[in-house]
């Protein structure tokens, strides 16, 4: 068998590559898991518009036909969007489903692995993975923030999902050593809510610098990424004491009904969304699309940077 893995790219982001032109890659489980039809399909052609705005190339990644596929097409973001049962693929799925040429939806943590496989330095998400509540029993930790000390990719996102425990989180990622950087805020968001209580190791306010600390980072021979965060619009955030009770309320559901692992996280958002009539889906979409803004602005500030 051949050693190298098969990376397939769309036509423009292989030019964008080639050229040194700015590419952000997004993840697809956040279209099969993380929001529901059409609001999926309408919100990653949004995103995608986003990070152009922001003046690089979206390149959404998928698993399919023994490949990864980098810069999914509108049909294909369609059939994912539409077709049940694409499974979550995560770091440890990737081999499987690439070996044996079936299809998946990568999270952050494998869309950080496709990302640095097909040469692109920066991903966008809105929340990303990281420990759950809990976590000291369960030993539920993301593989989104282990994949983070493993792939040489710059991650741009509104902090973590705030149904983890984000204090734990951010323990983790100073353990593990990976950077965190804060635009224009002081705190560390929490994915629906400008401030997770948890202060910011660094705040910075300019591309250019943000663009040079990642720089510095890889110069410095550190294998891993940097966390970008970017907190939620103030019009888009909801209110954190709303979030919090129906957090409460849906992780004593998940308890009782004995959810747990791979399941979990995406029970849990549709949990908190139903209990706040659907704004936090609501705020879920607005903050991916103005997260992918900013992420292709600080691609574009690192691209600008190697030029
Ligand atoms: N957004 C959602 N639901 C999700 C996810 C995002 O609304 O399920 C995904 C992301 O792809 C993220 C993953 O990488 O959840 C983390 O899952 P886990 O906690 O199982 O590692
Ligand atoms: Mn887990």
Redesign the pocket.
């Known amino acids: 068998m051949s050693t190298a893995v098969p990376v397939v790219h769309s036509e423009e982001v292989r030019e964008a590559l080639h050229e040194g032109r700015p590419v952000v890659a997004l993840?697809s489980?956040?279209i099969t898991?993380?929001?529901k039809y059409p609001h999926n399909t309408e919100t990653a052609h949004q995103v995608e518009a986003a990070v152009r705005k922001g003046g690089s190339v979206p390149a959404t990644i998928c698993v399919e036909g023994g490949a990864i596929r980098v810069g999914m097409t509108e049909q294909d973001i369609e059939r994912f969007a539409s077709e049940p049962g694409i499974p979550?693929v995560?770091s440890r799925d990737l081999p499987v489903v690439l070996a044996r040429g079936s299809r998946g939806?990568?999270?952050?943590?494998?869309?950080l692995v496709a990302a640095e496989l097909a040469g692109i330095p920066f991903f966008c998400?809105?929340?990303?993975?990281?420990v759950?509540r809990g976590a000291e029993t369960t030993m539920?930790?993301?593989?989104?923030l282990i994949q983070l000390t493993r792939s040489k990719v710059a991650v741009v996102c509104a902090g973590a999902?705030m149904i983890?425990d984000l204090k734990l989180t951010m323990e983790y990622l100073e353990t593990q050593c990976v950077p965190v950087i804060s635009y224009q805020s002081d705190d560390f968001p929490a994915f629906y809510c400008a401030s997770s209580g948890v202060r910011s190791p660094h705040r910075i306010d300019d591309e250019d610098l943000i663009a040079r600390v990642v720089g510095t980072h890889w110069a410095a021979g550190h294998p891993g990424g940097v966390v970008v965060t970017t907190p939620p619009r103030a019009e888009d955030a909801v209110d954190s004491a709303e979030a919090e009770a129906a957090i409460g309320d849906a992780l004593a559901r998940a308890e009782r009904e004995g959810v747990t692992?791979?399941?979990?996280?995406?029970y849990l958002?549709?949990a908190v969304d139903q209990a706040t009539g659907g704004r936090t889906?609501q705020a879920?979409r607005a903050v991916l699309i103005s997260t992918a803004e900013v992420g292709g602005r600080v691609a574009a500030a690192y691209a600008r940077l190697r030029a």
Do not use: C, P, W
Not at 261 to 266: D, I, M, S
């Open positions: 993840e489980n956040v898991h993380g929001l979550k995560s939806a990568t999270t952050v943590a494998s869309s998400s809105a929340g990303l993975g990281g759950h539920d930790i993301s593989s989104d999902k983890l692992g791979q399941g979990l996280t995406k958002m549709h889906a879920n």
